[in-house]
């Protein structure tokens, strides 16, 4: 289990970096996307790693210990929703300067590459 | 929490979002019923924040915990000293950038008010909540708001800088998310003054960790305030962004100044055991370095957008620098430069446009563009163009005045505020017994911004203003004119009471040194505090 989340948060993040530093604009949205995947995760494993427990307490006397930490879980949810929101608007900015300067060359021109 | 004032705090949250709600609902033509509401909006909340300023004085920071929850588990708004006085300068700012903006710029575009009203919402939130993942999404909402804001007025320019601030900006809050991840996994909690308390009993096996967490957040808010190497986005960002925006921008980078300063006090303070100092010798180093890159950047600068720009990095240079050594004579003294630099910067991002428009070059601001979603606008641009209210004669004479006011103001001569400020940096410096090599750096390079800013301005008011040109002196109204004598006025005030002022910042560094107050009001209450830690630490196992 801590393996293979180590591994997923570390392959993510390595391909995230690598499109973030890429000269189109649609490699770096969704290097982007991938690193905020990659966040996510690492969010969720701050919370300890647990299986079967769940993060909802029922009714009746509760024992903490029985239970996932539910907060890095609302952490996640929050994170999610914003990196959406925000992957959505740069979509739209790479759309208008597609537009207005005719590349999707981060820097609106492109070099000898 | 049962008299009505005590719900004041969260007024400058709520009242902006209400409105912003209030001005999209208006249709685009109904600017006239949009302006009233945003101003009437801002200047309530420069009122919010006076009497919030005056509570925090007569009665010490103040806690507001967010549907009654049992603290450390609400979110918690705390109004001390610092925070009323960013939210005031924040209003201020806010003010008289929608009174600029009134002119014409709010027609450039679609949803001004709205998205306006929003940033201020955000930077307001970010400057009261005592929550650290609340600060997470106060940031979101201050950027997203921002990120709209720079497109504003539209164009080529724009959308080159808006993408690159984008893209930086989310990398940013991917650290920040990071960084809270990792406090959290130590500590257990997301409250800023229970992280306090949680790191200062922290174990030593686990102080790497948090320190490796405090670096990664702090990177995040370092990209913000506009440190070298990560600040090559700010000038040309802030160049592009309208008049207002810019103007308002101004406290944004600020906001990543006081985090710093809030949290190094509250988690790095003299109290809180091994950790105690972390980062400050980095945070030294790299301000003086930002000075330095913002020093070369405005002797090179060939536009006044761009000195702004790199001004906007010089001060956050000092500041961090300053913050870095530490101290309370120093911190009182950069807090009342934090508040000169930040009205004189907005008021020189106010005063380039008219000055700019004056000479006979292309328009490097840009006019007005054309809309990019034809369908958003509805015959909103197209109406009568142009009645930028009453036209004032002797341009050149005002603006001159107002341009070697500003550069005063910038280059810190006497006898206005900025020179109080800096003077009071100088001093605070030198009134320690031995003087650090990096000090005399620091003493050094803000004489030499003072300097290279008096070059600089003294080129473009030559080149812009005082050169006899042929070409008629253009329009110059009154909405223009009036925001910028404002904030100058403001500073004329910061002179003139230059001591109550310094007072003030006396003892809000001196809360800043000892933060128990904070902690007390902001962190786990007495009666509830134990509980919730139990619980807590049950998860912990």
């Given at each position: ?20 530093f ?9 290097g982007?996307s ?13 919370g ?7 993060p909802?307490v ?32 740069l ?23 | ?6 719900h ?9 979002l ?49 549907g ?20 005031l ?28 009203l ?13 929550d ?26 724009r ?17 920040f ?11 257990g ?34 990209v913000?305030?506009?440190?070298w ?34 949290l ?7 109290e ?50 300053a ?13 009342f430069?934090?508040?000169s ?27 007005i ?26 341009t ?14 910038l ?17 605070a ?7 650090a ?9 803000i ?34 004119v ?14 003139l ?26 962190g ?18």
């Open positions: 289990m801590e393996v293979a989340l180590s591994l997923a948060i570390g392959i993510l993040t390595a391909s995230g970096l690598w499109l973030l890429r000269p189109r604009t649609f490699q770096v949205i969704l982007l991938l690193l905020s995947y990659a966040v996510n995760l690492f969010i969720i494993a701050a300890r790693l647990r299986t079967d427990a769940p909802i029922g009714k009746g006397p509760a024992d903490a210990a029985a239970y996932a930490d539910p907060l890095p879980q609302a952490l996640v949810l929050t994170a999610i929703v914003i990196s959406f929101a925000t992957t959505a608007l979509l739209v900015v790479l759309m208008a300067s597609r537009g207005l300067t005719g590349t999707d060359h981060v820097d609106g021109e492109d070099g000898e590459a | 929490m049962t008299q009505w004032s005590d004041l705090i969260i007024v400058p949250i709520v009242l902006p209400a409105a912003s709600a209030l001005t999209l609902s208006l249709d685009e033509r109904r600017r006239a019923a949009k302006r009233v509401i945003s101003l009437g909006v801002a200047a309530l909340m420069v009122a919010v924040a006076v009497a919030l300023i005056w509570s925090a004085r007569e009665t010490g920071p103040v806690a507001y915990r967010l009654d929850w049992p603290s450390p588990f609400a979110i918690v708004l705390v109004a001390d000293r610092l925070s009323t006085m960013m939210l300068l924040t209003s201020v700012l806010g003010f008289t950038s929608l009174y600029y903006a009134t002119a014409r710029w709010d027609r450039s575009g679609p949803r001004f008010h709205t998205l306006f929003l940033l201020l919402m955000g930077i307001n939130g970010a400057f009261l909540t005592g650290i993942f609340n600060l997470f999404v106060f940031f979101e909402v201050l950027l997203a708001a921002s990120y709209s804001l720079i497109l504003h007025g539209s164009g080529t320019e959308t080159g800088a808006s993408l690159h601030y984008i893209a930086i900006n989310i990398a940013a809050s991917l650290l998310l990071i960084g809270v991840a990792l406090l959290y996994s130590v500590t909690t997301l409250n800023m003054a229970h992280l306090a308390l949680s790191l200062a009993s922290a174990d030593r096996e686990n102080l790497a960790l948090v320190e490796a967490g405090a670096a990664i957040l702090g990177v995040a808010f370092l913000k305030a506009g440190i190497p990560l600040s090559f986005w700010l000038p040309r960002t802030y160049g592009a962004a309208s008049p207002p925006v810019a103007a308002v921008f101004a406290i944004m980078t600020k906001v990543g100044i006081y985090v710093i300063l809030r190094s006090s509250l988690l790095f303070g003299k809180s055991g091994g950790a105690a100092g972390f980062a400050n010798e980095t945070l030294q180093l790299a301000g003086l370095a930002t000075m330095l890159f913002g020093i070369l950047g405005i002797l090179a600068a060939r536009q006044l957008t761009r000195v702004a720009g790199h001004y906007v990095l010089v001060s956050s240079g000092i500041l961090l620098a913050i870095g050594i530490g101290g309370e004579a120093l911190t009182a003294a950069l807090l430069y934090l508040v630099s930040t009205l004189a910067v907005s008021a020189l991002y106010l005063i380039i446009e008219p000055v700019e428009r004056n000479a006979d070059e292309e328009d490097l601001i840009g006019g563009a054309e809309p990019v979603f034809d369908d958003e606008y509805v015959g909103a641009i197209e109406e009568k163009e142009d009645e930028v209210g009453i036209v004032i004669p002797g050149i004479a005002i603006l001159g005045g107002g341009f070697i006011f500003c550069a005063l103001l280059a810190g001569l006497p006898p206005l505020s900025g020179f109080i400020a800096k003077f009071a940096l100088i001093d410096l030198f009134r320690n017994v031995e003087i090599p990096t000090h005399w750096i620091l003493i050094v390079l004489i030499l911004s003072g300097l290279a800013t008096m070059i600089a301005m003294t080129r473009a008011g030559i080149d812009r203003l005082w050169t006899p040109g042929e070409d008629s002196p253009s329009r110059l109204s009154l909405i223009e009036t925001p910028i004598g404002l904030l100058l006025l403001v500073c004329l005030a910061l002179m009471t230059a001591g109550p002022v310094m007072d003030f910042m006396q003892a809000t560094a001196e809360a800043l040194q000892d933060p128990t107050g904070y902690i007390s009001a902001g786990p209450g007495g009666t509830v505090g134990d509980p919730g830690k139990a619980a807590v630490s049950g998860l912990r196992r």
